[in-house]
């Protein structure tokens, strides 16, 4: 199972990619919106990441339920495996904001939503979401696919999407700017 949301992950994370790179230029205004196969390939991304939820839930109980029948949690000595459940979990609440503040058809006629603060905020986090989640699991990830050399594919690997994962940042500010100031 842990193989299957690997590959999952890896599928995740290249629609996130195309997405979010595209959606940056959209906010932008460098681009134009509402691209039907963008609108598939982000439903598609969000069925998968549906399905590595579940996924990560029934390991997540595996776990709990090894560690009551061996009698102790050591939570300290687990704090990782804390974090990427947390960061996960927060990415599924961020992104059911993201899915109502960018949805916005309404007769058939897409229209855009109030981007406010606190929409800004939500997109903001996120983002930091994504990137806790990706940070504390690359090493995992490539460890599954039987990669040898890990620090130099997870630097690698770390240093574009945080690059790309900056870039959704800015594209989020600067679409809060184009709703708020100009």
Known sequence: MRKWNAVLS???IVLFLVHAIAGGFQLMGLIPGGSALLGILAWV????????????????ADSLAAS???GASYFKDNKLFWARR?????IFVFILFHVLLFLGKN?????????????LATQL???LSVAAHVITNINPMLI???????????VDILIVISGILLFIGVSFVIYYIRWNVL
């Open 10 to 12: 890896m599928c995740i």
């Open 45 to 60: 991304m969000l069925v998968l990441i549906l399905i590595h939820a579940i996924i990560g839930i029934k390991l997540t």
């Open 68 to 70: 009551r029948k061996a």
């Open 86 to 90: 947390i960061s996960g979990f927060a």
């Open 107 to 119: 007769d058939g006629v897409y229209r855009l939503n109030y981007f406010g603060a606190l929409q």
């Open 125 to 127: 986090l996120l983002v």
């Open 144 to 154: 599954s696919f039987g990669l040898k050399r890990l620090k130099e594919y997870a």
